[in-house]
């Protein structure tokens, strides 16, 4: 199944081309941005038939979606299902993972390429960031009506703003973050949004 909810017809499961046709598009996609990304190139440099590519995706869009959010996905495994978890194991679980990821050499340029595709980055905010983002609202309102956080503040706000700062901390900087710099920056984005002793609940 792909980030857009469509799978091609009759899909093999080859787990290693997969991954090489991944992991090339998303080398040519950084590279060149969505329009200078071709199907017969990451078939090329991915060393499989263009037939390859169309049986897994009906389009190119649908392949870079999958390749981005792959990203994700091996750098968030831990996080990818957060049922059964609270706000405060959420919180301690972004500050541990997404440092890693926004240190990656390619986060920064994949994200500026991403924005600059507004058809790729629809099926990318659908398939990936829409679900993460209302699960996460549900945790901050649940975590409201247990007490954690202030019956006077509004989560969506809070959620817009720790959003916002993510996106500072990624791409409104004349250097990309170390891990060791975003985990700090997360930590005191935490504490400046009153969310700090939430810190001190949930799974160690």
Do not use: C
């Not at 500050?95 to 390429?113: D, G, S, T, Y």
């Not at 996460?136 to 700062?165: C, E, N, W, Y």
């Amino acid at each position: 199944m792909t980030v857009s909810g469509k799978s091609g017809p009759g899909r093999p499961r080859d787990q290693a081309a997969d991954a090489a046709i991944l992991g090339a598009a998303l080398e040519i996609f950084i590279e060149r941005g969505a329009a200078g990304t071709t199907v017969e190139e990451v078939a090329k440099r991915a060393g499989v038939a263009r037939t390859t590519l169309y049986r897994r995706w009906t389009s190119k869009n649908e392949l870079l979606a999958d390749a981005v959010a792959s990203v994700r996905l091996a750098t968030e495994a831990a996080a990818d299902d957060w049922r059964g978890l609270s706000l405060p194991d959420v919180l301690k679980l972004t500050i541990k993972e997404v440092p890693r990821l926004m240190a990656q050499p390619m986060a920064r340029p994949l994200a500026a390429q991403l924005l600059a595709a507004p058809e790729l980055f629809k099926i990318y905010y659908d398939g990936v960031l829409a679900p993460r983002m209302a699960a996460f609202q549900l945790l901050l309102d649940q975590a409201q009506r247990d007490g954690l956080i202030p019956r006077s503040v509004d989560t969506k706000m809070l959620h817009a703003m720790m959003a916002g700062a993510f996106t500072n901390l990624l791409l409104l900087r004349t250097e990309p973050p170390t891990e060791a710099q975003a985990r700090a920056y997360l930590r005191r984005l935490v504490a400046a949004l009153g969310l700090k002793e939430i810190l001190r609940q949930g799974a160690p």
